[in-house]
């Protein structure tokens, strides 16, 4: 297994504040609150991989103070939450200053169309989250992880703004829509984000035993921890997004039988505390969706919102990795590099380590990612003929274009329609004679299907 201090990501995440590549106005404002030995309340905003949580880490270093940090994902519920930084906030200390660093504030949620368990144990039914109404409590089923049992809870709907999200499969055919750090149920209830699930990964199903008993269960079911194993998970557009924040368990179940983590809409209890206890307690919180902050969170912190980096400022950061492992690369590779994850840093900086062999780094696929990106383009232009002089492999064009099927349409349905197709296409390229007609066929279906 990697060692976590090993990953490049945690090797260069820079230590202090002359390390981190920033535009000038963003390092002068974190200078000065060095300079003046504080901070107000801060809200950093901006994309993934932006350095965020990197900015956080070096003012709870270099600021004399004492810290804690909470994850909206990792902590257990609203209580605790309270407790734990009311606990915090009380503690004498000699330090100057005391932090809370709420990290991911608006972390965890499921897309509108998403069926949940609602009712309580004996009268049952499903309802979408779109149908709920925001803040209004309801009685929610829940898993006490202790006993293992379903109980009766009581849960409300917390609108969380636009994300984008990710489309996870189980082996069954089964499929959720999730942001990529909203955390599910692994063995044993160990929650762990969609971002950090592998394909082989099991998780938490409770649809057998409970759903076989529903409608007429009558007293606390027991849950059997089947597991089931995902088998895809991939990329989705940006779209509304939804969760619920239960009251006892901090858990839901989904109408297809999945359990799932609740948000702990810290955001709410954060409010009052941020006021009660301003003396010498200041809050960080991150985000990357600043529409998902609550209003009178932004109106009680200072915002530092993080453009994305000017291409060879980034260049400048991946550089210097290479430079200092020693590493054999290629500028133009480096380029592509960074115009394939654009902005998010995190992302360019696992794919060196990943494609260094032999202290030389090969972007692989090059080429075929140039072409793809033009065969991209062309698609959506309805231009065939272009098509068909691009220097493609074929099979591995049809999992581009399966996998990056929400960059050629935003439209739900023709996504579901044009995956269909392309799976139909890729597997007769397996028997077919002129795999290059079968191909400029397959795309020929998804120009006409666009324009439906
Ligand atoms: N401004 C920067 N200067 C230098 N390195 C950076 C910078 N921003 C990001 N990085 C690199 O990217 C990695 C990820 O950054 P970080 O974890 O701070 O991102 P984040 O904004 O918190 O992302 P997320 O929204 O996903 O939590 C760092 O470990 C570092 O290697
Ligand atoms: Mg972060």
Same mark, same amino acid.
């Given at each position: 297994?990697?060692?976590?201090?090993?990953?490049?990501?945690?090797?260069?995440?820079?230590?202090?504040?002359?390390?981190?590549?920033? /535009? +000038? &106005?963003?390092?002068?404002?974190?200078?000065?609150?060095?300079?003046?030995?504080?901070?107000?309340?801060?809200?950093?905003?901006?994309?993934?991989?932006?350095?965020?949580?990197?900015?956080?880490?070096?003012?709870?270093?270099?600021?004399?103070?004492?810290?804690?940090?909470?994850?909206?994902?990792?902590?257990?519920?609203?209580?605790?939450?309270?407790?734990?930084?009311?606990?915090?906030?009380?503690?004498?200390?000699?330090?100057?200053?005391?932090?809370?660093?709420?990290?991911?504030?608006?972390?965890?949620?499921?897309?509108?169309?998403?069926?949940?368990?609602?009712?309580?144990?004996?009268?049952?039914?499903?309802?979408?989250?779109?149908?709920?109404? &925001?803040?209004?409590?309801?009685?929610?089923?829940?898993?006490?992880?202790?006993?293992?049992?379903?109980? %009766?809870?009581?849960?409300?709907?917390?609108?969380?703004?636009?994300?984008?999200?990710?489309?996870?499969?189980?082996?069954?055919?089964?499929?959720?829509? *999730? +942001?990529?750090?909203?955390?599910?149920?692994?063995?044993?209830?160990?929650?762990?984000?969609?971002?950090?699930?592998?394909?082989?990964?099991?998780?938490?199903?409770?649809?057998?035993?409970?759903?076989?008993?529903?409608?007429?269960?009558?007293?606390?079911?027991?849950?059997?921890?089947?597991?089931?194993?995902?088998?895809?998970?991939?990329?989705?557009?940006?779209?509304?997004?939804?969760?619920?924040?239960?009251?006892? %368990?901090?858990?839901?179940?989904?109408?297809?039988?999945?359990?799932?983590?609740?948000? @702990?809409?810290?955001?709410?209890?954060?409010?009052?505390?941020?006021?009660?206890? *301003?003396?010498?307690?200041?809050? @960080?919180?991150?985000?990357?969706?600043?529409?998902?902050?609550?209003?009178?969170?932004?109106?009680?912190?200072?915002?530092?919102?993080?453009?994305?980096?000017?291409?060879?400022?980034?260049?400048?950061?991946?550089?210097?990795?290479?430079?200092?492992?020693?590493?054999?690369?290629?500028?133009?590779?480096?380029?592509?590099?960074?115009?394939?994850?654009?902005?998010?840093?995190? +992302?360019?900086? %696992?794919?060196?380590?990943?494609?260094?062999?032999?202290?030389?780094?090969?972007?692989?696929?090059?080429?075929?990612?140039?072409?793809?990106?033009?065969?991209?383009?062309?698609?959506?232009?309805?231009?065939?003929?272009?098509?068909?002089?691009?220097?493609?492999?074929?099979?591995?064009?049809?999992?581009?274009?399966?996998? &990056?099927?929400?960059?050629?349409?935003?439209?739900?349905?023709?996504?579901?329609?044009?995956?269909?197709?392309?799976?139909?296409?890729?597997?007769?390229?397996?028997?077919?004679?002129?795999?290059?007609?079968?191909? *400029?066929?397959?795309?020929?279906? @998804?120009? /006409?299907?666009?324009?439906?």
């Amino acid at each position: 297994m990697i060692d976590k201090n090993q990953l490049f990501v945690e090797k260069y995440r820079p230590k202090a504040l002359n390390e981190l590549v920033l /535009e +000038s &106005n963003t390092k002068e404002m974190l200078e000065k609150f060095l300079q003046d030995g504080g901070i107000p309340h801060l809200l950093l905003a901006g994309n993934v991989g932006c350095g965020k949580t990197t900015i956080a880490k070096i003012l709870l270093k270099e600021l004399d103070c004492d810290s804690i940090t909470l994850n909206a994902s990792d902590e257990r519920g609203i209580d605790t939450v309270r407790n734990k930084i009311k606990q915090f906030a009380m503690m004498s200390s000699f330090k100057k200053w005391k932090i809370v660093l709420l990290d991911e504030a608006d972390a965890m949620c499921l897309t509108g169309d998403t069926e949940i368990v609602v009712g309580s144990l004996n009268n049952l039914s499903l309802r979408r989250l779109s149908g709920l109404k &925001n803040g209004r409590k309801i009685m929610i089923p829940s898993v006490n992880i202790e006993t293992k049992k379903v109980e %009766n809870d009581i849960g409300c709907l917390v609108d969380s703004g636009m994300v984008k999200f990710y489309e996870v499969e189980l082996e069954d055919g089964r499929k959720i829509r *999730a +942001s990529s750090k909203h955390p599910f149920f692994t063995n044993d209830f160990v929650e762990v984000k969609v971002c950090d699930l592998k394909v082989g990964d099991s998780i938490i199903d409770v649809s057998e035993d409970f759903f076989k008993k529903c409608p007429d269960v009558e007293c606390h079911p027991n849950v059997k921890m089947k597991l089931i194993k995902i088998k895809s998970i991939k990329k989705l557009g940006i779209e509304r997004a939804y969760n619920i924040s239960m009251e006892k %368990n901090h858990n839901f179940i989904l109408g297809n039988g999945i359990l799932t983590h609740n948000t @702990i809409d810290a955001q709410f209890v954060l409010r009052n505390l941020m006021e009660t206890y *301003a003396g010498h307690t200041r809050f @960080i919180l991150t985000c990357n969706y600043l529409n998902k902050i609550i209003e009178p969170i932004r109106s009680r912190c200072q915002l530092i919102e993080f453009n994305n980096l000017q291409r060879k400022r980034i260049c400048v950061i991946l550089c210097y990795i290479f430079e200092k492992e020693k590493i054999k690369y290629d500028l133009d590779e480096v380029l592509l590099l960074i115009d394939m994850y654009y902005p998010d840093i995190r +992302s360019m900086v %696992n794919t060196i380590q990943l494609y260094t062999f032999a202290s030389v780094w090969a972007l692989r696929n090059v080429k075929s990612f140039r072409n793809f990106e033009q065969l991209l383009n062309l698609i959506k232009k309805g231009d065939l003929k272009n098509i068909r002089e691009l220097d493609l492999d074929y099979t591995e064009s049809y999992k581009y274009l399966f996998d &990056n099927v929400d960059e050629i349409t935003e439209n739900y349905d023709k996504r579901v329609a044009l995956s269909l197709e392309i799976a139909e296409f890729l597997y007769r390229d397996t028997f077919i004679a002129d795999k290059g007609i079968n191909f *400029a066929a397959c795309c020929l279906k @998804i120009i /006409e299907k666009l324009k439906e």
